[in-house]
């Protein structure tokens, strides 16, 4: 599963429709949307000011979703990526009966496994993507596989967006294995992956994987952002 | 008052990044492990009491008293060490820290009063110390700067967002994801995710507790208890042995210069309830669900989130939150100075404003006010501002 992370309504919307449709044609499986916060304690430098950037051009909330409710037909899995409160202060229910139908899941990157119970039990009928870490322990596993989501997310570094992994450390790949010992589910690996080389040791170490920060950087330049794409599934075969 | 599941009523949780959990749970493990633990209560006593200059006295001030016909006691936790109440949290969590095995302590701070008793207990027990300050909070609070780098702690400046508080606190979440291993976050007000608020209002709890057996030793308690609230540490440490009781508790936020949206840190007046720096509790946020911009002219009270303990005392009743309007603190800060000769924080200054301003209330009553800090760290905001007009 090849997936792309772009910044919801970054820098204006027509901009980012036309990353989106790009995302679609280079052949990936899936697209994250970011919904801007601006306490966006997740990320590193370049998507956290793309988040503060989109929100002082004065686009919504409300402009993203409607703009995904738009591409629902495009052939592509579409994951939300955002903050507790913005699912929470929209309404915990009026965000999944407005978008359950519209997109696969979501991924809430301050909203750790155990607290997932709370936003189901409000009503919110969407999968919420459980988190794998570097931390995670044995006991954590069972949390992990009782979710209703089509993949993991792992994080493959202890940071925020935008720092860089080492997919050959023993540890990672250690964890990799524990999780593989216990779920059949697909191990997406987020966080860290920037070059065709990283796609690569991802895809040889998971199931797929999330490239965000440098394509974020490229959202401005639709030709850019694309060539950038492309040329990341060089070394693997579709 | 202890949560249930890391929740008090519908306020709390833990909403942070994954990676953190394990370290919050070996974190809440620790903490419940020595909080009961002889040495550890002998170890905490001992330095709260040689080191920081507890217990503190409650003064009875008798100009103020006269002078608005409010019988006014004051908590003196601006006698301590460093200068406020934060040394009671940063002294108990740096030896839990030590108790952890961990080197290195990281905070936030945005009047630099956590700032400077965290430089001060790391610099005591030899741990490695960066502080997280918003660069407009360091300006306005430059001697705290300084005193923090002398105690050889680093400080980094924060030039994101409005380079206050929230974003110092954004700041050091990332620092501690990043090296959660050997690093413990020395969180500074009653906010954040579980087990944070329950252990700073465990380890501030010292003021009520004092001030409590003060009071048993007059035979009566106080009518009130009354406390400035930002994130709410000194306040929920005041409140804690007077929750149990008919004492009336009142916490008061910062008005800044006006209720309308980004000119106060008033959360609990015109706040929501939202999901901010890892707890669910009332918080300053605008009709997109953004963090809405904060002000106060106290750089300690201007946070656009506040503790989920006191979000639920106020939901259920027990205790009231009001504000103070910026030019009411200074005025009472004014007051204090000329008449005890004792000059206070400008966050303490609003808690004291509250009650001069609603003399009639307080009229004949015995009100107990937490002076949580002396003001000579203001003299940067209060040499801008005429007095003389106030």
Redesign the interface.
């Known amino acids: 599963m090849k997936g792309i992370y772009i910044v919801g309504g970054y820098p204006h919307i027509d901009k980012f429709g036309e990353c989106f449709k790009s995302v679609v044609k280079c052949g990936y499986d899936f697209i994250e949307v970011g919904i801007p916060f601006n306490d966006p304690v997740a990320d590193g430098p370049v998507i956290a000011s793309a988040i503060n950037e989109t929100i002082e051009n004065g686009i919504s909330v409300h402009d993203i979703i409607e703009s995904l409710i738009e591409f629902r037909d495009v052939p592509i899995k579409k994951y939300i990526m955002t903050y507790s409160n913005i699912v929470y202060s929209y309404g915990i229910e009026k965000f999944s009966e407005n978008l359950k139908s519209v997109i696969d899941g979501i991924i809430i990157a301050d909203l750790p496994n155990r607290m997932r119970k709370l936003f189901y039990n409000e009503g919110f009928k969407i999968p919420i993507v459980p988190f794998a870490t570097l931390e995670t322990r044995e006991k954590d596993i069972e949390i992990i596989m009782n979710s209703d989501s089509d993949f993991i997310y792992f994080v493959g570094i202890r940071g925020t967006t935008g720092a860089k992994a080492d997919f050959t450390s023993a540890e990672l790949i250690e964890k990799i294995k524990l999780l593989r010992k216990r779920t059949d589910k697909k191990i997406i690996i987020g966080f860290g992956v920037k070059t065709a080389d990283d796609v690569k040791e991802a895809m040889d170490i998971g199931d797929g994987f999330v490239v965000g920060t440098e394509a974020v950087r490229r959202q401005k330049d639709i030709d850019e952002f694309e060539s950038y794409i492309e040329s990341l599934l060089e070394k693997i075969s579709s | 008052m202890r949560p249930h599941n890391g929740f008090y009523g519908p306020f709390g ?11 919050l749970d070996e974190l809440e493990e620790s903490f419940n492990s020595v909080r009961k633990k002889k040495k550890f209560i002998g170890e905490m006593k001992r330095y709260l009491h040689d080191f920081a200059g507890r217990p503190t006295p409650v003064y009875f001030a008798k100009n103020i008293s006269e002078k608005y016909g409010i019988n006014i006691y004051l908590k003196r936790e601006d006698l301590l060490h460093t200068g406020a109440h934060k040394i009671n949290n940063a002294i108990g969590q740096a030896i839990l820290t030590k108790y952890m095995g961990k080197k290195r302590i990281i905070a936030e701070t945005g009047a630099g009063q956590h700032g400077v008793a965290v430089a001060t207990a790391a610099a005591m027990f030899g741990f490695d110390c960066t502080i997280y300050m918003g660069s407009i909070d360091a300006e306005r609070q430059m001697p705290n700067v300084k005193k923090m780098k002398l105690l050889g702690t680093e400080v980094k400046l924060v030039d ?2 409005l380079k206050t508080l ?1 974003d110092a606190v ?1 700041a050091a ?2 620092d501690w ?5 050997h690093t413990h976050y020395l969180i500074g007000s009653a906010v954040g995710p579980h087990p944070f608020p329950e252990i700073v209002a465990y380890f501030q709890s010292v003021i009520g507790r004092e001030s409590r057996e003060y009071f048993e030793s007059l035979g009566f308690l106080p009518d009130f208890v009354i406390a400035c609230v930002g994130g709410g540490s000194n306040a929920i440490g005041m409140f804690h042995d007077f929750i149990t009781s008919d004492v009336k508790l009142i916490g008061v936020e910062a008005g800044g210069t006006s209720l309308n949206p980004g000119e106060n840190s008033a959360t609990l007046a015109v706040g ?7 707890t ?1 509790s009332y ?1 300053l ?1 605008n009709e ?4 809405e911009d904060v002000h106060s002219i106290s750089a300690g009270l201007d946070y656009p989130g506040v503790g989920p303990q006191h979000a639920y005392l106020r939901d259920r009743g027990r205790a009231e939150y009001v504000h103070v309007f910026d030019n009411r603190a200074l005025h009472a800060f004014k007051e204090l100075t000329g008449l005890e000769g004792i000059i206070p924080a400008l966050e303490s200054s609003h808690a004291l404003a509250f009650v001069i301003d609603n003399r009639d209330r307080f009229k004949g009553k015995n009100v107990l006010i937490c002076l949580s800090g002396r003001g000579d760290k203001d003299f940067g905001i209060i040499e801008k501002v005429n007095l003389e007009d106030i």
């Open positions: 949780g833990q909403f942070v990044a994954e990676t953190l959990i394990p370290a994101t967002g929230k954004s979440l990332k994801v990043f090296n959660v291993a929501k309830k939202g999901i901010f720096q890892g669910l918080l946020q997109n669900f953004q963090m």
